[in-house]
């Protein structure tokens, strides 16, 4: 309450003033903390998708619906594996309350009553172990929900795609295998005739060098009677 005396009401601004006015003194920490540089674990990934949103978990024993958190519920895809996962952090304490791959398996589906809300089944990471959960997500706008169901839907699509690209390339890798085969036993088969071929040349070759040989090598033949000295002619 303000004093109606002049002079007392002057003492109090003066001490209000006094008390207000920086002296410029710095006060040295006790304790000196240094900067920690945090890891999140989502550096090596891009993020697809980055939505606000709100999280419930179907628990089967109470068999209701509990909210696991508020916060963003991020679709990140691995920089070097291409692999994509789901992970919502809540806002004020970034504790994970999703962390679960995308897989071909997963299937979203609209709330019944709740064109903002969507329902899941996955195996979940977030408690430290593997479980298989019921998700429910709510966004703030029927637009970010299907958003976030298309893009999901795109990704789960995306492996189908690799999967048969994978087995036509599967496929054809077969066929030109079975035909290097085919074309390696052409020619085996192919050598080894020709190897039978060349020793059966060889054989005839060598047998008719050895007729040769012994031709050349007989004795000449006996002179014949008629060449035989006279035994009645006289010797002079």
Not at 125 to 133: A, C, I, Q
Request: glycine share 6%; proline share 3%.
């Amino acid at each position: 309450m303000a004093s109606n005396d002049p002079e007392r009401r002057d003492e109090e601004e003066a001490r209000e003033a006094a008390e207000d006015e920086d002296t410029g003194a710095q006060v040295a920490p006790i304790v000196r903390l240094e900067e920690v540089a945090v890891t999140t674990g989502e550096e090596e990934e891009d993020v697809l998708l980055d939505l606000k949103a709100k999280l419930y978990r179907f628990d089967k024993d109470g068999n209701q619906w509990k909210e696991r958190g508020t916060g963003s519920v991020k679709l990140l895809k691995h920089k070097e594996m291409g692999k994509v996962r789901l992970v919502m952090r809540q806002a004020k304490t970034l504790k994970i309350c999703a962390n679960h791959l995308v897989l071909p398996s997963i299937k979203m589906q609209e709330h019944a009553g709740n064109d903002k809300s969507c329902v899941w089944h996955a195996t979940d990471f977030s408690d430290g172990e593997l479980k298989d959960e019921m998700f429910c997500i709510r966004f703030g706008s029927v637009e970010n929900c299907k958003k976030f169901m298309e893009t999901v839907e795109s990704i789960v699509e995306g492996f189908g795609k690799n999967e048969e690209k994978e087995s036509t390339e599967a496929t054809f890798a077969a066929g030109l295998l079975e035909k290097l085969s085919v074309g390696s036993e052409s020619k085996s088969e192919e050598s080894t005739e020709a190897t039978s071929a060349a020793g059966l040349l060889e054989k005839l070759s060598v047998g008719s060098e050895s007729k040769s040989d012994k031709t050349e090598d007989a004795p000449p033949a006996a002179q014949t009677t008629e060449e035989k000295p006279d035994a009645d002619k006289k010797t002079e």
